[in-house]
C-alpha cells in the first residue's frame, strides 16, 4: 500500500534561515511526488513535483525540493525562509502505471511557522 | 480564469438533514475528486470520477454520495449516514488521465459544522 509520512506536526525556524519540511514515502514502483501549501480556509495550491530526472526540483516562491531513492525521502526546502511563508504544507504521492487513477495520498501536513 | 468553484464556504447542518456541496470547474478536466481534511490528519479521499456518469468510492466513501451527470460538476451529498460531519471539504481535479502525472488543481473548499 502506499502511504507518505511527514514526520513533524510543526517547523519552527527564524526569517532569513534555511527551512526544511521532510517528507518520506512508501510505493511499489516509480512514485509522482507532489507537494502543497495551504493558507487558513484556502484550498491546496501546488509548490513543485518529481516525476524523474534530476533528483533536485525547483519550484514555485523559491521553494525546492530534493528526491532521495534510497531514503524514500522527499524533503522541501528553501535558502532564506519569509514570515510569509507560514502556512500548512502537504507532501503527496500518486500512483505509478497501471493502478494510476489520479487520486493523491497525503501526508498528515506540517505546520511551518516563521518568525520575524 | 479557469478554475474550480466550491459553493457554499460554510454550511451548517441540522440533524437528520442531507446537505449538498456543490464543485464546479470550467477547467475541461474529466477527472474529479473530493477530500476530507480534518486537523492532523491530511487529506482523505472520498469519491472520485474519471470520467461523466462514472464515479468510484474513496478511502471514507460512508455516509456520502456523489453525481456526475455533467463534466463540469461533480456534487457531493452528505447525507444522515454521516455520523461526524464537521470537516473541510476540498474539491479537486487533474487535467489528464489516469496515467499522466499533473498536479491536481484544487478548490477552495466547504466548511460544514454541525448545529
Known amino acids: 500500500a502506499q502511504s507518505v509520512a511527514q514526520p513533524e506536526d510543526q517547523v519552527n525556524v527564524a526569517e532569513g534561515n534555511p527551512l526544511t519540511v521532510k517528507c518520506t514515502y512508501s510505493v511499489s514502483g516509480n512514485p509522482y511526488l507532489f507537494w502543497y501549501v495551504q493558507y487558513p480556509n484556502r484550498g491546496l495550491q501546488f509548490l513543485l513535483k518529481y516525476i524523474t530526472g534530476d533528483n533536485l526540483v525547483k519550484g514555485s516562491y523559491g521553494f525546492e525540493a530534493e528526491f532521495n531513492k534510497s531514503q524514500t525521502s522527499f524533503h522541501l526546502k528553501k535558502p532564506s525562509a519569509l514570515v510569509s511563508d507560514s502556512a500548512l504544507y502537504f507532501c503527496?504521492?500518486?500512483?505509478?502505471?497501471?493502478?494510476?487513477?489520479?487520486?493523491?495520498?497525503f501526508g498528515q501536513g506540517t505546520t511551518l511557522q516563521v518568525k520575524p | 480564469d479557469g478554475g474550480i468553484t466550491q459553493s457554499p464556504k460554510y454550511l451548517f447542518r441540522k440533524e437528520g438533514q442531507n446537505v449538498t456541496l456543490s464543485c464546479e470547474q470550467n477547467l475541461n478536466h474529466d477527472a474529479m475528486y473530493w477530500y476530507r481534511q480534518d486537523p492532523g490528519q491530511g487529506l482523505r479521499l472520498i469519491y472520485y470520477?474519471?470520467?461523466?456518469?462514472?464515479?468510484q468510492k474513496g478511502d471514507i466513501a460512508e455516509g456520502y454520495s456523489v453525481s456526475r451527470e455533467k463534466k463540469e460538476s461533480f456534487p457531493l451529498t452528505v447525507t444522515s449516514a454521516q455520523k461526524n460531519p464537521t470537516a473541510f471539504y476540498l474539491c479537486?481535479?487533474?487535467?489528464?488521465?489516469?496515467?499522466?502525472?499533473?498536479?491536481?488543481?484544487f478548490g477552495d473548499g466547504t466548511r460544514l459544522s454541525i448545529l
Open positions: 503527496a504521492v500518486r500512483g505509478y502505471g497501471s493502478s494510476n487513477t489520479g487520486k493523491l495520498i
Open positions: 470520477s474519471q470520467i461523466v456518469n462514472d464515479f
Open positions: 479537486a481535479s487533474i487535467p489528464d488521465g489516469p496515467r499522466g502525472n499533473q498536479p491536481q488543481h
